[in-house]
């Protein structure tokens, strides 16, 4: 419940119109139990996220902990990572008291849990002073007051802030440089250069321009290596990889300083063009919360509308769809590699997690955002060689299975995505991950082949047909590449390029080739192990995947899990397992408490099921009931993961946002439907409550419920598409999004026979088996 949260503070007193959607939103939602979503200021996609960094020496993705000492108040972050934090730089901290060594790292710790509504947010020190933060697109606004006895207030800048690394991984941030000049007007234009990361990137550069409310009393510069000051006040400009930054200091009888900064990847000087072209010194900190909640009702949250909800169904839903869209950021005009004209997006982190059920979101809901975001993939293509899986700080980075940049085109693509996007170079992007091995950039955690982009394994999967143990992540990283040829034979075939086609969809069956038929586990046989160079399956126990991480066969999930993974060739899957009668027990098997004995993770807070609900690999698999005709058992699990383990707390994900593809698949839950991405196929389950979903172009998707209940009667007994009777478990894009549609849905408590004729879902992948029909009850 969001009474568990502090209630949002209404700034400026005024009264939340009803319209205002995002009034019913807690940023808060997901920042704690692993969660690690950022619940500072920004606008949708904005470059600024404006917030709290701080220590508890734990690894702060998202800057915030809900325990710590503020270390500072940076405006760029993550939203929902794990791995290792990046960003956290251009921070600016307040201080009471003279400071006679700002490297003394100064610090203040909260004396109240830190406020946030959407816009706005307000933290409280033990320093009697409290920071109140907003922000536009480029630029952030902060507002400190202080409280406490008179002495000197100081806002300390310190270029050399990164949020720092504990895990040990060799996956820290180092600030490598930076320069700092500082005015006779009281404003500062500052850079700073930093490496590594979770992307393990090299040196990039951001440059910021503050500017104060009044003129400070002295702004000394401060140059100095660990705690030794080298060099205070006694400059006006420094540079050189020494830490670095200016104190700002006003008379010990000031009440309030308010900063307002603006930060470009360009130059200093365009740092103060974005500043002053969005916050002026006019600007009231009420306005920019304004604008902010404005910002996300006008483009995000009024895209659903909820015709007959609670006020708990909409606190979740819009604090759902406000983590769906915190991160990619939109750098358009901001690139410092490459000026073609395209647009260009940074912080995907990362599509692995997000091309299942966030871009296809993303393209129904804000279908202009999504083809920026796809031509943003190809032009990456175009000017460094590789569409990224994983990108922040202008470098691609890290992959962690497939090249699953094909997917998200192959989903635009059949889709008809169209426009601007240029299919002609995003089809060659997608033939070049296919095709092209990438060089290896030696990543220590995986040493065998590239983690920056492409598919590392792709001698093996070309010569043999599948993935030795020569490299790390074999068999989850054949799945994945099995989806992505898949995704290739779709965008071939459209562009009518039939030898490809062929080519591919025969690749897209090689995950086939590691399925050991007489590999058991649990009275099942046939499971995804892995395979030596002469053909010889390795022995492995299908509950387990060792570390289940960079150097082990299966990335982050079991075989057990990545046996449900080929996605386009679920009519193999089935076939495989000995039919569908033994593919629903396996599926049963999957979801029953206890059948986890490992030790991988988070598997007790999900009561040992072999189902992981906190990450992505398990996202469809309670859909695949409805390939063997029992949809009545996708909805009951998946709302029973939905209702289990989603909440709107502060610890209410089950695992990362992972950039919020947690949240999406939340969405498609209570929307009702999930969707197969690469292909035009979703499946459907059961709407939570009535719903207008906003297509764009005038088009709207209206989804009426009528009887039973979200959590006790969600079972379909009727469904009407666009009018009709509907007697199929699945529907086509074209069905009910591009010219828009209703669907109109009876739930009960019990499960029906609704679809009583057509086939089940097709599994294209597998084009020479039909689908199956109805047998199995
Ligand atoms: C702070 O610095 C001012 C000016 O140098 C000095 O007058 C004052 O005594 C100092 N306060 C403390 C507590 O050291
Ligand atoms: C900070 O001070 C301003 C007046 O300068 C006031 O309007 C605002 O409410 C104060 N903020 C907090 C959190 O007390
Ligand atoms: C960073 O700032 C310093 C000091 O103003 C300046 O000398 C240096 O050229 C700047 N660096 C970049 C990359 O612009
Ligand atoms: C530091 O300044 C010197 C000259 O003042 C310049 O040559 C050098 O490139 C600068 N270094 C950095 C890291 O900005
Ligand atoms: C602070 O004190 C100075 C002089 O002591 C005075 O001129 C100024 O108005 C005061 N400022 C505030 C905010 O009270
Ligand atoms: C922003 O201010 C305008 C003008 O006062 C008002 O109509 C609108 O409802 C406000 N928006 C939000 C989200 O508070
Ligand atoms: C509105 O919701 C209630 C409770 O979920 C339900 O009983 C009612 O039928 C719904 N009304 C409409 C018009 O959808
Ligand atoms: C991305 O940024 C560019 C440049 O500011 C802007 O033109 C474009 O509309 C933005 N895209 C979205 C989806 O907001
Ligand atoms: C496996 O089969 C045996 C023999 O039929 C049975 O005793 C056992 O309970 C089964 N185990 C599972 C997990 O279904
Ligand atoms: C479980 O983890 C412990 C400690 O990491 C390890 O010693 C043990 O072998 C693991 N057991 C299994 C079955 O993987
Ligand atoms: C855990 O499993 C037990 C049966 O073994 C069941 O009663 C309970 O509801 C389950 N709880 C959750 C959260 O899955
Ligand atoms: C399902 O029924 C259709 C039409 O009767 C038939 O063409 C198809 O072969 C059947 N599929 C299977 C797997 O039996």
């Not at 202008?394 to 889709?415: C, E, I």
């Not at 206890?594 to 598997?603: D, E």
Request: net charge negative; charged share 15%; proline share 6%.
């Amino acid at each position: 419940m969001l009474s568990t949260l502090l209630l949002p503070l209404l700034v400026g007193g005024a009264a939340r119109a009803a319209t205002d959607l995002s009034q019913y939103v807690s940023p808060l939602l997901g920042t704690t139990g692993g969660g690690n979503t950022f619940p500072g200021v920004t606008r949708p996609w904005g470059i600024i996220k404006l917030g709290p960094d701080l220590d508890s020496g734990t690894d702060a993705y998202s800057g915030y902990l809900s325990n710590g000492v503020f270390t500072g108040f940076s405006l760029t972050h993550e939203s929902g990572t794990g791995g290792a934090p990046k960003y956290g730089v251009v921070s600016q901290m307040p201080w009471s008291g003279n400071i006679t060594n700002p490297l003394l790292d100064l610090t203040a710790s909260r004396t109240v849990a830190d406020q946030a509504s959407v816009g706005y947010y307000l933290a409280t020190l033990n320093t009697s002073t409290t920071v109140e933060l907003a922000a536009t697109e480029k630029a952030g606004f902060y507002r400190y007051n202080f409280t406490g006895a008179e002495e000197t207030r100081n806002v300390v800048v310190d270029m050399s802030h990164v949020l720092p690394s504990f895990r040990g991984q060799g996956l820290g941030q180092n600030y490598i440089a930076g320069g700092i000049e500082v005015f006779a007007d009281g404003h500062y234009e500052a850079n700073g250069t930093y490496d590594n990361g979770w992307n393990r990137s090299p040196d990039w550069t951001i440059f910021a321009c503050g500017r104060f409310n009044q003129l400070p009393s002295s702004m000394p510069v401060f140059i100095g290596t660990g705690t030794t000051l080298t060099a205070f006040g006694q400059s006006t400009s420094a540079n050189g990889t020494d830490r670095l930054g200016a104190v700002f200091t006003f008379p010990s009888n000031t009440t309030t300083i308010e900063s307002r900064v603006g930060i470009s990847f360009i130059s200093s000087s365009q740092a103060c063009t974005n500043l002053d072209g969005e916050i002026t010194d006019q600007t009231t900190l009420d306005e920019l919360v304004n604008g902010t909640a404005q910002a996300w009702n006008d483009e995000i949250f009024s895209k659903i509308t909820l015709p007959n909800a609670t006020d708990a169904d909409k606190e979740i839903l819009y604090t759902m769809m406000y983590g769906a869209f915190i991160i990619p950021s939109n750098k358009t005009g901001e690139n410092p590699l490459w000026n073609s004209g395209e647009p260009y997006y940074d912080d995907t982190f990362t599509l692995w997690d997000l091309h299942r059920c966030a871009t296809p979101l993303w393209h129904v809901l804000q279908p202009t955002f999504y083809e920026e975001y796809v031509r943003s993939l190809i032009d990456i293509f175009r000017n460094e060689g590789y569409m990224p899986d994983a990108r922040s700080s202008f470098f691609n980075g890290r992959t962690q299975g497939g090249s699953n940049a094909d997917n998200v085109l192959a989903d635009a693509y059949v889709k008809g995505v169209r426009g601007k996007v240029n299919w002609s170079d995003g089809y060659a992007a997608m033939v070049k991950d296919a095709e092209v091995t990438p060089v290896n950039n030696d990543d220590p955690q995986a040493p065998d082949s590239s983690t920056k982009e492409g598919r590392g394994a792709l001698p093996d999967w070309k010569q043999f047909g599948f993935i030795t143990p020569t490299f790390s992540r074999a068999v989850s990283r054949a799945v994945e590449y099995a989806v992505n040829d898949f995704s290739l034979y779709q965008v071939a075939k459209g562009l009518g390029n039939t030898a490809d086609a062929a080519k591919y969809l025969d690749r897209s069956a090689q995950w086939r080739n590691h399925w050991n038929p007489a590999s058991s586990s649990l009275n099942f046989t046939g499971f995804l192990v892995p395979r030596n160079a002469d053909g010889s399956f390795v022995a492995q126990d299908p509950r387990y995947c060792g570390g289940c991480y960079w150097g082990d066969a299966y990335y982050e999930a079991l075989p057990w899990e990545y046996s449900f993974g080929a996605i386009h060739d679920v009519a193999t899957q089935v076939n495989f397992s000995g039919g569908p009668e033994v593919f629903l027990n396996r599926l049963n098997a999957f979801f029953a408490p206890g059948n986890n004995p490992s030790n991988s993770t988070g598997t007790s807070q999900f009561n040992f099921t072999l189902n992981n609900p906190s990450n992505e690999p398990d996202f469809a698999v309670p859909s695949l009931y409805h390939f063997v005709g029992r949809q009545d058992l996708g909805v009951a699990q998946s709302r029973f993961v939905a209702d289990t383990y989603y909440f709107d707390t502060s610890s209410g994900l089950p695992g990362n946002s992972d950039a919020g593809a947690m949240e999406t698949w939340w969405l498609w839950n209570a929307i009702g439907l999930y969707p197969l991405t690469g292909q035009t196929t979703f499946l459907i389950h059961s709407p939570r409550y009535s719903m207008d979903i906003d297509l764009g172009s005038g088009k709207t998707l209206k989804i009426t419920v009528e009887g039973g209940d979200q959590h006790t009667a969600f079972q379909v007994q009727s469904l009407k598409i666009n009018g009709k009777d509907w007697k199929k478990n699945w529907l086509t894009y074209d069905d009910i999004f591009e010219r828009g549609g209703t669907m109109e849905f009876v739930l009960g408590a019990t499960a029906s026979t609704w679809f009583t004729d057509g086939q089940l879902p097709p599994s294209p992948g597998a084009p020479g088996i039909a689908p199956l029909n109805i047998t199995t009850s």
